[in-house]
């Protein structure tokens, strides 16, 4: 299937017969890659019964397509059949069942479109394939080896040695180069150079990236590699084999110093399509069919794939895809390399195909011309020598370098094939290295966030799941904000959870080649490193590109080392026998016998036999590497092999893994998301504040989105547009609308009505009137982003089980959507799989709020009056104004006679703060307001704002306006439903009995001034802790200014402690009136000449002071004295004035008849000390919101 993935191939002499070469790799059971080259040519069938056999077959195929014909229409089957048939004979019979073309006469392959076939007048060819496996990628030796070995078989002329001769020595006799050095061996033809890069360069690449970046362009490319780092699906997709696997080796080659976790299989053959439907990052390649279309591919996972369509250069990413970091240099520095070797960057540029020119003997009839070449390669040329080759190649290029035999090569040709194998050896390390310079920059210092927690190996693999391995939060608290997007999710990777465990490891084992030469680079750059803050500097160039290069142009240059030529064996006479044109039946007696009897082959066979990656591994590290192994073995879980077999029962097997994966990955991803959203991670860590959840939890969200589309296109046979799950959900919209259309009466408009006017209890619980208000959402949203605004959505509401249950309620459509071994018709593991995601319900989510926010959203208003005066509402004609993160709601006026509104306006985030107001409508004109409750219609979001207060001229502070601050609590509505919720509520507005105490301190009740000292450094240090937070995190600075335990109310208590009898007010104690006489009485001290002796002295603090206190009385607003106080306090700490007034106070000779003697504000020690909190806020930018400074222009 890897040498031959369509199977045999038969064509006639009329058809193209030209060699062909590709390559493909293989994983054995312990992650480690070997590679195969395969070069397919054409011989000519001899076997009788074969050629009958095609016959029957072309002529089986010729009545079904004209009885097809035929049916279809009259005329087209006369045009049909009458015209010559011109197809290839590469596929034998469309119309036949596999199985009845096998019975045929045992001819395998795809059979397709016949060609006309004659065998009295046509030659019958079949494919046969010559394969080469190698340990490492050394494509070019291969290639050269099998197509020296073809050659001589088309030769006329005998090769010098029968062909087991070269193949027992390459096989036996001819090692692997040592690191660092190139090694020179002989193929039936000529010598062959490879060379292996040293301990500290890049691993082996020889697959040509000039070729992967002139077939996709840079921008493509690097699209295509994001994808790759994010670990999307990637499906790569051309009829060139070859091309897939030059794509795919680039990407993996540049992913440096990470490897590629999952599926890799750059050629999937026909019978392993079944691997498309695995719900599992994947890298795979399928060959596209003469005349296909990418429309008609069956894909089932869209959502989160890339594909690649090579030959058409072009690349389908997947939506909200975040840039590359510094892409835009990044691309710019791609080109300049690429450009000075001489590659377009845009792209586009068809190579020369895989097809092998078939040639003689490339064999120079010159031994003088022979031998300077290999004294070229071996290093012997002095510098007159050296000169005249090169005067000799300057020749051959100008004329053309004629011919050094009948049919050998040029000399020109074959100075050029050096060059071009030299140039692009050095394109590829530079290439790589501009990519290892950027992960270099971006990961410099990633040690620093590696956790260290275990004591041992054991303990820490035992524990493997539940241990952190990684401070994410702080590493993404010290990165550029352009990089966080990519950043966050690259974090989440297997690729990089594999690179961290391996540093992990690395205390008790010896760490992974790559990972020791990227640590060694690291430290290298960190010696010639002066910029100490490399996480902000500018974009640095790759300044190693030309060095990196000229070790390996050294190594092509000249051999190092020499393997045994190839010689005569132990062959019986008439064994080896040439028969030009035919590929003779190899001796296997002969090739097996080499291994036994030949010391030094042994020797060499048994160091091929080493793993190359574990060359460096050492015996004294202390730990038996059968631990490392396991580990490996732990995060592998899918075996290529297992794969590679085509069976139905290990195909059944693949499916059951892939099922057992889900429900894994599944129960690891709620499981992080809980303790994300809970914050047990920033705990266990010691993130503290710098860890910046938002980003974290957006990053959690979308892998979420991610796990359900690959869950739910896991065995799907049946969809409409790219995303599975939408494609699910718009199947069980029609079958719902099917089955509810009967019952539909004329009275169902009331029904409609009362989900209308029942607000979020009906809406949410349901599944349809979800996905209609999706659907009517007035963003464009295509199939995936339709998907991911509905998960959004039901995991907001905490319905996200209950939907997708209800869901999977429709037996009967499961089994038309779904082939029996999806994940969806496993009924234990979806109950396990709805059971987890069910655990996401304990903690509130936001994410359809604050993503979507340029939707229209449903709210619903409901004043709720104190029970008793309840009747009074229907004097008062109200108002509000309902604010959030995104912006407010506008003055909405409410009817007399109710207490409730509903209104449509722009989505207004996570609502704040709500005015409340009323018109001034004479003396009954008065209410007692316990709370107002704010709905959002869509999301079933409760907010409650406390008032406790009342609202009317004449009674309490005499206020018409209030500005009330907001909670949420639990989506059904409850006020007490949200205390068992994981995420704390915010402090709301202060409750009628926190005022009614504040109200009554002027008696003889007493307050600690101990606690109050405290409450007071409590609210400034939540202010303080508030601006240290990554401005993603930051929460609602109004609730930490306005709300209960805030600033205002805090400094209220410190102003009311040791007040006197309220008999100097007659009424409940107010600050603000205090405030305002303090304030006429520097007025009248000032204007009297200070008759008095106050200590107060005349400056701008006392003239600020004065002037923001008569400007908060003539404001226009009628937000009475507790409203007035509160602006006073916020303009005061937004302008940085607070802490001078404090002093002012304290000073002012009111305050010595208003306060009794113990009072706070009379203690200088204290009234100093609450001056120095407040200047400390003085360094932070304080934007107050519109609700709370409106009218008064300051």
Not at 362 to 390: I, Q, T
Not at 657 to 662: A, S, W
Request: aromatic share 8%.
């Amino acid at each position: 299937m890897l040498c031959m993935p369509r199977g045999l191939s038969f064509r006639t002499q009329a058809d193209r017969l030209d060699p062909q070469f590709h390559s493909f790799t293989m994983s054995s059971d312990d992650g480690t890659r070997s590679y195969g080259f395969v070069h397919t040519f054409y011989e000519e069938v001899t076997s009788p019964q074969i050629i009958t056999a095609m016959q029957t077959l072309y002529q089986m195929h010729q009545v079904e397509r004209q009885s097809s014909s035929s049916a279809s229409s009259p005329s087209t089957s006369s045009s049909s059949a009458s015209s010559p048939s011109t197809s290839s004979m590469d596929s034998l019979v469309s119309s036949l069942d596999e199985s009845d073309a096998e019975s045929l006469a045992g001819v395998s392959g795809y059979l397709g479109c016949a060609g006309s076939f004659d065998p009295a007048r046509d030659t019958l060819y079949v494919s046969k394939a010559l394969c080469l496996v190698t340990p490492l990628p050394f494509l070019q030796a291969s290639r050269q080896f099998l197509s020296q070995l073809h050659q001589a078989v088309t030769s006329h002329t005998a090769p010098p040695l029968p062909l087991e001769s070269y193949i027992h020595n390459i096989l036996y006799e001819v090692p692997l180069p040592p690191p660092g050095r190139s090694l020179r061996f002989h193929g039936v033809q000529g010598p062959i150079m490879c060379q292996r890069p040293g301990p500290g360069e890049l691993p082996l690449g020889e697959y040509p990236l000039g070729e992967a970046f002139s077939l996709l362009g840079v921008d493509n490319m690097v699209q295509l590699l994001t994808c790759a780092f994010l670990e999307t699906q990637v499906l790569l997709y051309s009829q060139d084999y070859q091309r897939l696997m030059t794509v795919a080796e680039g990407v993996t080659t540049l992913l440096f110093p990470f490897q590629w976790q999952h599926i890799y299989l750059p050629i999937v053959s026909a019978p392993l399509h079944h691997l498309l439907d695995a719900p599992v990052p994947f890298m795979m390649g399928i060959q596209r069919r003469e005349g296909a279309q990418r429309s008609s591919l069956h894909l089932p996972h869209e959502a989160n794939l890339c594909f690649v369509d090579i030959d058409n250069h072009c690349v389908e990413a997947p939506e909200d895809l975040p840039m590359f970091p510094e892409q835009t240099e990044l691309i710019q520095e791609l080109s300049e390399v690429l450009m000075r070797f001489g590659v377009p960057p845009l792209g586009g540029v068809i190579t020369k195909p895989t097809t092998i020119t078939t040639t003689a003997s490339p064999r120079m009839s010159s031994l003088v011309l022979e031998d300077l070449m290999e004294d070229r390669r071996n290093g012997n040329l002095g510098g007159e020598e050296l000169a005249v080759l090169e005067r000799l190649q300057a020749l051959a290029r100008r004329c053309g370098g004629g011919k050094m035999s009948d049919s050998g090569k040029t000399l020109g040709h074959e100075f050029e094939e050096e060059e071009e194998e030299l140039k692009a050896a050095k394109l590829n390390i530079q290439l790589r290295e501009v990519f290892a310079g950027r992960f270099a920059a971006m990961f410099g210092r990633y040690e620093e966030f590696v956790i260290h927690s275990a004591l041992d190996l054991d303990s820490w693999l035992s524990n493997r799941e539940a241990t952190f391995n990684f401070d994410k939060g702080s590493f993404l608290s010290v990165q550029p904000t352009t990089h966080l997007r990519f950043l966050s999710r690259f974090l989440e990777t297997s690729m990089f959870s594999s690179f961290v465990d391996g540093k992990v490891i690395s205390r008790w084992a010896d760490r992974e080649p790559l990972q020791q030469l990227f640590d060694n680079r690291l430290e290298k750059e960190r010696l010639y490193d002066t910029d100490k803050d490399s996480y902000t500097c500018h974009y640095r160039k790759c300044t190693t590109l030309f060095e990196s290069a000229q070790a390996t142009e050294h190594r092509l240059l000249k051999a190092d080392h020499t393997a045994i030529h190839p010689h005569l064996l132990d062959m019986r006479i008439g064994q080896g026998r040439h028969q030009p044109g035919y590929f003779p039946k190899l001796q296997a007696d002969v090739l097996a016998q080499g291994q036994n009897t030949n010391k030094w082959s042994s020797r060499v066979t048994a160091s091929r036999r080493t793993d190359p990656k574990r060359s460096t591994m050492t015996d004294h590290s202390g730990v038996d590497n059968e631990q490392r192994q396991r580990h490996t073995f732990a995060r592998k879980n899918l075996r290529q092999s297992k794969l590679l077999d085509p069976s139905p029962q290990a195909v059944t097997q693949t499916h059951r893994e892939f099922v057992d994966g889900l429900l894994s990955e599944c129960r690891l991803k709620t499981k992080r998301m809980l303790m994300e959203r809970m914050g047990k991670e920033s705990l266990e860590l010691g993130q503290g504040e710098a860890n910046i959840t938002g980003l974290q939890e957006n990053t959690l969200i979308h892998g979420l989105c991610d796990l359900l589309e690959r869950t739910w296109g896991h065995g799907l046979q049946l969809k409409q547009g790219k995303s599975a799950l939408w494609s699910h959900l718009l199947h069980y919209q029609a079958a719902q609308g099917k089955m509810e259309a009967p019952a539909e009466s004329p009275g169902s408009n009331a029904s409609d009505q009362r989900t209308f006017d029942d607000g979020a209890q009906l809406l949410r619980g349901s599944l349809i009137q979800d996905m209609r208000f999706i659907q009517t959402m007035s963003e464009s949203l295509s199939e995936v982003g339709q998907a991911r605004a509905w998960i959004h959505l039901a995991l907001e509401k905490k319905m996200l089980s209950h939907h997708l249950k209800e869901l999977l309620t429709n037996q009967e459509l499961l089994r038309q959507l779904y082939k029996p071994h999806a994940f969806l018709l496993c009924e234990e593991e979806r109950e396990q799989f709805l059971f987890h995601l069910l655990s996401l319900n304990t903690v509130d989510y936001l994410c359809f709020t604050r993503v979507f926010t340029s939707i229209s959203i449903p709210y619903r208003v409901v004043i709720i009056p104190m029970k008793k005066l309840s009747i009074a509402m229907a004097t008062v004609n109200p108002w509000v104004c309902v604010s959030g993160e995104l912006g407010d709601s506008g003055v909405r006026q409410i009817s007399k006679n109710t207490q409730e509104i509903f209104f449509q306006c722009k989505n207004l985030g996570r609502l704040s703060t709500l005015q409340l107001g009323q018109e001034n409508s004479g003396l009954l004109a008065k209410c007692l307001i316990d709370s107002v409750m704010v709905y959002n219609e869509i999301t079933g979001h409760t907010y409650k704002f406390p008032c406790g207060r009342w609202l009317g001229k004449g009674v309490g502070d005499g206020s018409l306006e209030r500005v009330l601050i907001g909670q949420l609590v639990s989506p059904g509505g409850d006020e007490d439903a949200g205390r068992w919720t994981g995420t704390p509520p915010e402090l709301a507005s202060p409750s009628q009995s926190v005022r009614t105490v504040l109200g009554s301190l002027g008696s003889r009740s007493r307050m600690l001034s101990v606690e109050v000292q405290e409450d007071m450094r409590e609210a400034a240090n939540n202010l303080v802790k508030h601006f240290h937070k990554p401005e993603q995190e930051r929460g609602n600075l109004t609730v930490l200014l306005c709300g209960e335990g805030g600033l205002v109310l805090s400094l209220e208590k410190f102003l009311l402690h040791g007040f006197k009898s309220n008999r100097l007010f007659q009424r409940n104690v107010f600050v603000w009136d205090f405030v305002e006489k303090a304030v006429v009485s520097m007025e009248t001290a000032d204007q009297m000449g200070d008759l008095h002796g106050s200590t107060l002295t005349k400056g701008p603090p006392c003239d600020s002071l004065c002037h923001y206190v008569n400007a908060i009385n003539a404001s226009p607003r009628n937000i009475g004295k507790e409203g007035k106080f509160q602006l006073f306090v916020c303009l005061g700490i937004r302008d940085r004035l607070l802490s001078q007034w404090l002093p002012l106070l304290a000073e002012c000779p009111l305050t010595t008849r208003t306060y009794e003697e113990g009072a706070l504000l009379r203690d200088r020690a204290a009234v100093h000390s609450l001056s120095r909190i407040l200047h400390t806020l003085n360094e932070f930018t304080i934007t107050l919101e519109m609700a709370l400074v409106k009218g008064v222009d300051l």
